[in-house]
């Protein structure tokens, strides 16, 4: 089915049909699976044979829905996680050794920036920061024991975008992995490996799902090194249960019909937002004020769902503004479909170091949108009306 359209992929690609013939995939709600005879236990346990074993290790409904991630992303195979965090900290954690560096954008998830402060150098891990306006000085980054360049495109939360290509020529020319965070674009947006990449992650929890329901995290990209993640995964347990592997298969079914909504709504809102006088700057992909417009265009189908603008008053007027928020959700989670609003200085990123937060682009007043599907009109006349 290869040969299909991104849509058809997404709806059509199923587990195997049981003798009951149904027409919706079934729940596979075990924790093991029977073997014939010694014979065939041995000869699976020993991978001569292709087979579930246990669902710590791979189950139908996951497998399902990572055969449709590697579709969508052009992956040659993949491994689901417990959730996005897990698929950050095991891609990692299998691909680095003592001793070992990294090269990222600073403009991270907050948790993902923990990992390389807190518990990284615990290990002799090194990680060096490049801004995303300043992506000529990475090569000077680069040093012998530099394992891969990791990046996300757009940025959480400053919805910077980063050029693909670009990232990909230098470590072609170094000889380093690129590994990429997909999770704000979706693989409906943005296809990373088209552009170069080794592995693409996912917060499955956010457009994957759509719907704020379950948590979950994928990491699709080369063979052999999903191969090493996947016995690192296999012995360390942070895999994808069933029922939330059930969930996200059924919501990928719908993830292109809901992206072209949220996209619609965003750009809607990023345009009133940019001529507001309360707000002093907006971010937004498919805003043509946006410093990588061109890039943005070239690379992703349409803008996503985030927001990133600063309204007037720094600390306390990002507060402010929260607190007059009526109708839309305040949350730190996003890609719903509801609308969802973040004050990053306060909440995600509020243990940042304050120089790492100016690096990244979250300043005090910094807001962040999760634009879902409620009509237009009415997301817009909430933020109007808590702005004004």
Sequence with gaps: MSNKKFETLAVRTQSETTQFSEHSVPLYLTSGFVFDDAEEMRASFAEEKQRDLYSRYSN?????????????????????????????????????????????????????????????????????????????????????NTKFLYAETPTN????????????????????????????????????????ADLVIHSATKLMDGQGRVLGGVTVGKKELIREI?????????????????????????????????????????????????????????????????????????????????????LEGGRSFLDAIKMCSLSANLGDTRTIVTHPASTTHAKVEAEVKAAAGITDGLVRVSVGLEHIDDIISDLKQALN
């Design 157 to 196: 939360p400053g919805v910077d975008v980063l050029d693909l290509e670009y990232l990909n020529a230098i470590c072609k020319k170094h000889k380093i992995l690129l590994v990429i965070d997909n999770c704000f674009a979706t693989p409906y947006l943005q296809q990373p490996i088209k552009y170069g």
């Design 230 to 314: 996947y016995l690192f995964a296999r012995l360390t347990g942070p895999s994808m249960s069933p029922f939330n592997a059930w969930v996200l298969s059924k919501s990928l079914e719908t993830l292109a019909v809901r992206t072209d909504k949220h996209c619609e709504n965003a750009l809607k809102l990023a345009t009133f937002l940019e001529a507001h006088p309360k707000v002093q700057w907006v971010k937004y992909p498919f805003l043509k004020s946006h410093p990588k417009y061109n890039i943005a265009k070239k690379q992703m189908l349409l803008g996503g769902n985030i927001i990133a603008f600063e309204v007037k008053g720094g």
């Design 60 to 144: 139908p409904n996951v497998n399902e829905f990572v055969d449709k991630v590697c579709l969508m992303e052009g992956a040659e195979a993949g491994f689901a996680f417990a959730s996005g965090m897990a698929a950050v900290f095991s891609t990692f954690a299998t691909l680095l050794d003592a001793g070992d560096h990294v090269v990222s954008c600073s403009s991270v998830f907050g948790a993902t920036h923990g990992l390389f402060t807190k518990y990284f150098p615990k290990w002799n891990i090194e990680c060096s920061y490049f801004n995303v306006n300043e992506v000529e000085t990475i090569e000077s980054l680069i040093k012998p």
